[in-house]
């Protein structure tokens, strides 16, 4: 069980890491000193904080980067990187699903720099934000682009 809670301890860190560089490249107007990890046993988003004016608003992540690709790092990119992975594929489906006890989310999809290009990846990712469910926004972040990739009218 230790093992499993420091695991969940990562994660947390992790989310809260790629969250704040996320909110200072994006020029994200939040109240900074409200950021906190949310809590998945009250169905809350993975990032909780405030904009500016106060309103609370919460943040899905979800890392497109497939675990097996993440371990090939050093490996060429070829045709098995080209494309988005069956585990992004199933992650980014499962975000898409999931409903939040907190009023306004947005989905922040985000990558490292391995496998496929932003140019191949967006596109491909774009075919399933069609249809967001309960997102207020869906952003994209590599390390060379964010992108919101659907907005609700």
């Not at 585990?87 to 496998?115: C, M, P």
């Not at 075919?127 to 009218?153: D, G, H, L």
């Amino acid at each position: 069980m230790k093992k499993s809670t420091s695991n969940e301890t990562i994660k947390r860190e992790e989310e809260l890491r790629v969250f704040l560089e996320f909110a200072e490249r994006s020029g994200l107007r939040i109240d900074r000193s409200s950021v906190r990890n949310g809590c998945d046993k009250l169905n809350e988003p993975d990032i909780l904080c405030a904009d500016n004016a106060g309103v609370p608003v919460g943040f899905e992540l979800s890392r497109l980067t497939d675990p097996t690709l993440a371990r090939m790092i050093n490996r060429p990119i070829d045709s098995e990187c080209q494309r988005l992975g069956g585990h992004s594929v199933r992650s980014l489906v499962a975000k898409l699903k999931k409903s939040y006890s907190v009023a306004r989310v947005e989905l922040l999809l985000y990558r490292e720099n391995i496998g496929t290009p932003d140019n191949i990846l967006i596109p491909q990712v774009k075919i399933y934000c069609r249809n967001p469910s309960s997102y207020v926004r869906i952003w994209f972040m590599s390390n060379r682009t964010i992108e919101i990739m659907y907005e609700r009218s």
